[in-house]
């Protein structure tokens, strides 16, 4: 079976799409390669096509801090994104970008073999639990799909825009909270 590291290789070389022409940066993932729990975002933005990391901005502060508030680390998950270069302007991976590249989070999966998948965001909700997600309607539920938990929650840039959502967000990770508590083995909270 394909190593993480390996996987990360041929992804760093890939250009299957356009977006591959304006990266600066292969966005592939980063967190603990055995994560009972893994994040999944739609894709990079400019700071992280820059460091080549998910979620460093603003929004990856954010994310640190409500993690922080259920007593978990960053050094105790993987993140990783539906599309792995950025988008021109962020703007939402186009269908076409997010069909070649669903593949190197597809393998992501199977190699870290989370339990709890966290889509963050409705781009992500709608690629990985359902295609008709409703993210104000249906965030903070459970999904049980193929032996993996999923949720969705509001991307971290979404709260950024619209702090009147963080209750919400805050609810779905106490949520998390919960549910990492009764699934996970090795996955201890602070």
């Not at 295609?131 to 949720?151: A, N, V």
């Amino acid at each position: 079976m394909q190593t993480l590291d390996e996987l990360k290789r041929e992804c760093l070389d890939c250009t299957e799409c356009a977006l591959c022409e304006g990266r600066t940066n292969v966005v592939f993932g980063d967190g603990d390669p055995n994560a009972e729990v893994m994040f999944i975002g739609e894709g990079p933005g400019a700071d992280e096509d820059r460091q080549g990391k998910p979620f460093v901005g603003r929004s990856g502060m954010l994310l640190n801090d409500m993690l922080a508030m259920i007593g978990l680390s960053r050094e105790k998950i993987y993140i990783a994104n539906i599309v792995k270069c950025r988008p021109p302007n962020n703007r939402d991976p186009l269908g076409v970008e997010q069909d070649v590249c669903i593949k190197w989070l597809r393998a992501q999966t199977k190699i870290i073999k989370p339990k709890i998948i966290v889509c963050l965001g409705r781009i992500a909700a709608m690629r990985i639990i359902k295609p008709d997600f409703k993210i104000t309607q249906e965030h903070g539920q459970w999904f049980d799909r193929g032996g993996f938990l999923f949720t969705a929650t509001f991307h971290p840039a979404a709260l950024l825009r619209d702090p009147h959502k963080k209750p919400d967000a805050f609810e779905d990770f106490e949520s998390l909270r919960r549910k990492i508590e009764e699934v996970c083995e090795h996955t201890v909270l602070e």
